[in-house]
């Protein structure tokens, strides 16, 4: 190959190599085989998965709300362990579970397809309603989760179906879609996840930081059920739901407390801004965003979380009572 090539005769070549390479791996929503089933420590999927969930539950026999924390990219349940466990002493139950392909979850690793992760989120929420029918019940995501938590409200309105939610919260939700990424960018992730799907990459050498909290951070690195080298179709997978998850914050209604740390450098500002801007204006009487100051993208876990599990308090307690409020926090 020449030392440089026109950018035709590149997009040519790429289009011949991809005629023999393979499809990325993504795991297929299987036919239904029974009712899901939920049990103490794990949920059982339709198709028959166990799912670990791990609950905080509440000091007092009647929570005032309930909460379905959803995890990130490459994280698992435990991610929720220190603000589950503040919640609970202030009267809410939470439940956290491994989404499949992350934790103890089967499959770790091989990305499953936002089909089936949002058909297992809109399946575990209408288990935890039903056992908690008369208590208010919110979905929770970060990260990554916060995009499934996104497509999943949105395919449960497609399907008619009633989720029976009281609002949203979202903690630097993945919206990082392809519009926002270089040509280049999507077009090495389109080729490379056809080419060698199974090759794993690390975060060694992109100085990235994720949280100030340092001791945190480290517990993550000896955690052997954080996945630390990533599937190259797993990202595309990730970017799949990415698009999907923007998209979907045209028709995201629900009343909504929406997180976000200003030196968060794992979702950029331009994205999440975009994202704010197609949030529907009819909803903005039940709508919070908070913007914190010192914030990383692990805001629930950085070294001033409790001011945002404080933040997610007040906002349970005064849900529909607040307009559209934009704070800024300097701590």
Excluded at 282 to 299: E, F, V
């Amino acid at each position: 190959m020449p030392p440089y090539m026109p950018i035709n005769s590149l997009l040519i070549l790429v289009a011949v190599m991809l005629n023999a390479c393979a499809a990325p791996n993504f795991k297929k929503l299987t036919k239904v085989m029974s009712d899901p089933v939920l049990k103490n420590n794990y949920f059982i999927t339709h198709d028959e998965a166990y799912l670990p969930i791990r609950t905080w539950k509440s000091n007092d026999a009647t929570p005032r709300a309930i909460i379905i924390a959803v995890h990130g990219f490459n994280d698992y349940s435990n991610f929720f362990e220190a603000p589950g466990s503040f919640l609970a002493k202030n009267n809410i139950t939470t439940y956290a579970f491994d989404q499949r392909g992350f934790g103890a979850a089967p499959e770790p690793g091989l990305w499953p397809g936002v089909a089936t992760l949002t058909s297992d989120l809109m399946s575990l929420t209408s288990l935890v309603k039903a056992r908690h029918p008369r208590t208010p019940l919110f979905l929770l995501g970060e990260s990554m989760g916060g995009g499934v938590v996104m497509v999943t409200l949105k395919n449960a309105r497609k399907q008619g179906q009633e989720l029976g939610l009281s609002g949203v919260i979202l903690s630097a939700p993945a919206i990082w879609g392809r519009q926002f990424m270089p040509w280049y960018q999507t077009t090495a992730l389109w080729v490379a996840a056809h080419i060698f799907p199974e090759t794993k990459l690390t975060g060694q050498g992109l100085k990235i930081t994720a949280s100030d909290n340092v001791v945190m951070l480290r517990a993550l690195g000896s955690d052997p059920l954080i996945i630390k080298k990533t599937r190259i179709d797993a990202v595309y997978g990730l970017t799949n739901l990415m698009d999907q998850a923007l998209e979907s914050a045209w028709e995201l209604n629900d009343p909504l407390l929406l997180l976000y740390g200003k030196k968060d450098e794992i979702i950029p500002k331009k994205p999440t801004m975009e994202m704010i801007s197609r949030l529907p204006k009819k909803a903005k009487a039940t709508r919070k965003i908070i913007l914190y100051d010192n914030g990383y993208h692990m805001l629930m876990r950085d070294l001033h979380a409790e001011i945002v599990w404080r933040d997610i308090i007040d906002w349970i307690e005064t849900r529909n009572k607040q307009p559209l409020v934009v704070t800024q926090h300097k701590e």
